[in-house]
């Protein structure tokens, strides 16, 4: 039997009675003949706790003592699921990122991996340890500082590992059955996939899931490990996320393949923000000017409209959506170029929401924009912005109407499950 590699989330690990149970998880696949490797999250929402004891202290702290801070939320974690799984008769041995050998860029709070040398790893399972990993963290190649890999980071760094490691595939435990037609904290009814293909998953990824991290999702695909997202609370069936829907999972009995719906599902994202620049003199490099600025300052956008300017003043406005983190850096650009580019003001919104339609099958059928505006539409919600992309369409509207929006298009498009309700095993939704 060959190298598992789990992940277990932190609303997996919240307190003691948690750890030991995730510890039996663990020696069951180890039981079972495994060489186990598992990462693991910090504890329940004590990322966010350290967060904000950190802006407590200090009102912009140093990006480099962060990631010190945030790390040890892991390595808490490490310690406590070794030490529950050597008292059921097993030895596990715990490594930070960088003990771990997760190299990565030199970016605080978003590093990328670019490297993973697992030496220690792997003569840690030759002597029979269980290995149990840091999630969330490596170390700069350049720098030698301790990075972070950015929120919900932990998906990434155990499908890193079992590429690293040439496991067959990566188990992401967590406290939902798997990967829903719509996060099952605001749709009960949402309907559990049995598979989704990378680049479905990709999509609800990068607009707001987050029960997978963007990065983990992208380098799946790259190495092409397949990913088991599934309950640490049930021993149910997960979700597969695969190359396509074809796809047959290593340990699936009969080798069933599945018709590819049209419509993966919806998701939602309330941690973006609105800008817009009132009054851009209708010009060429206008645009060009404004989105320097932005990008100099290390911004990534989102959507982008340009109202077409009316014909008597020769002014257009210009409208993008961000992430609220970087909503005051980007404001405080562009004012700086308010002369030089000659807008008049500019109008900031974070009370904003955005809501995806994500299918693979919308390529080969017509009429699903129709049915997801009219949809929206008849839940009385007002679309501000569209964008789309293949199998992709997105719109921004108000943040208190995000819920009623997300669940019409989720019933327009017969996503509903009939028979059972959606289980959310634990977890704040923090
Ligand atoms: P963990 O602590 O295990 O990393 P997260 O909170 O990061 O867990 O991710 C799991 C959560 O993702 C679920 O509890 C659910 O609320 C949310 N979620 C959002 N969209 C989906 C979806 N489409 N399917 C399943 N869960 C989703
Ligand atoms: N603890 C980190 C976070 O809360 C990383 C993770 O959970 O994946 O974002
Ligand atoms: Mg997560």
């Known amino acids: 039997m060959g190298i598992v590699v789990q992940k277990y989330g932190g609303s997996s690990l919240a307190d003691a009675a948690a750890i030991k149970r995730v510890a039996r998880r663990i020696v069951e696949s180890k039981r079972a003949g495994h060489d186990v490797v598992v990462a693991v999250s910090a504890m329940g929402d004590s990322t966010d706790e350290l967060l904000d004891l950190a802006n407590e202290v200090s009102p912009l702290p140093p990006a480099r003592e962060m990631d010190m801070l945030l790390t040890a939320g892991e390595r808490i974690s490490m310690a406590l699921v070794a030490m529950a799984i050597s008292d059921l008769g097993f030895t596990a041995r715990s490594f930070t990122g960088s003990q771990a050998g997760v190299i990565t860029d030199s970016v605080h709070g978003k590093a990328k991996i670019i490297d993973v040398t697992p030496g220690r790893i792997s003569s840690a399972l030759e002597d029979g340890h269980i290995v149990i990993v840091a999630g969330f963290q490596g170390v700069s190649q350049d720098t030698k500082e301790i990075t972070t890999l950015g929120r919900g980071g932990t998906d990434t760094t155990a499908v890193a590992l079992a590429a690293a490691l040439e496991a067959d595939y990566c188990e992401i435990y967590t406290d939902v059955d798997g990967v829903f037609t719509a996060d099952p904290r605001i749709v009960p009814t949402a309907r559990k996939l049995d598979r989704v293909s990378y680049e479905e998953m990709l999509e609800l990824a990068a607009c707001g899931a987050k029960i997978l991290h963007l990065r983990c999702v992208e380098y799946a695909r790259r190495y092409d490990i397949p990913i088991h997202v599934r309950s640490s609370f049930s021993h149910l069936e997960g979700t597969w996320v695969v190359p ?185 939704g923090r």
Request: net charge negative; aromatic share 4%; no cysteine.
């Open 244 to 428: 396509d829907p074809s796809f047959t999972a290593p340990d699936s009995p009969e080798g069933e393949t599945m018709e590819q719906a049209i419509i993966a599902g919806v998701a939602h994202d309330r941690s973006e923000a609105k800008i817009t620049v009132v009054g851009v003199p209708d010009k060429v490099g206008e645009a060009a000017r404004i989105f320097e600025a932005l990008a100099d300052a290390q911004i990534n956008l989102d959507m982008i409209v340009q109202n077409i300017s009316a014909a008597a003043t020769s002014l257009t406005d210009i409208s993008f959506t961000l992430p609220r983190a970087d909503g005051q850096t980007a404001m405080k650009a562009l004012a700086a170029l308010r002369d030089e580019v000659g807008f008049a003001s500019l109008l900031y919104d974070d009370k904003i929401g955005k809501i995806s339609l994500i299918g693979a099958g919308m390529r080969s059928h017509p009429g699903v924009s129709a049915k997801f505006f009219s949809a929206i539409a008849a839940a009385g919600v007002n679309i501000q912005m569209i964008s789309t992309s293949e199998i992709r369409i997105s719109v921004i509207v108000d943040e208190g109407l995000v819920d009623a929006a997300v669940a019409a298009a989720h019933t327009a498009f017969d996503l509903d499950a009939t028979e059972v309700e959606a289980v959310v095993y634990g977890g704040t």
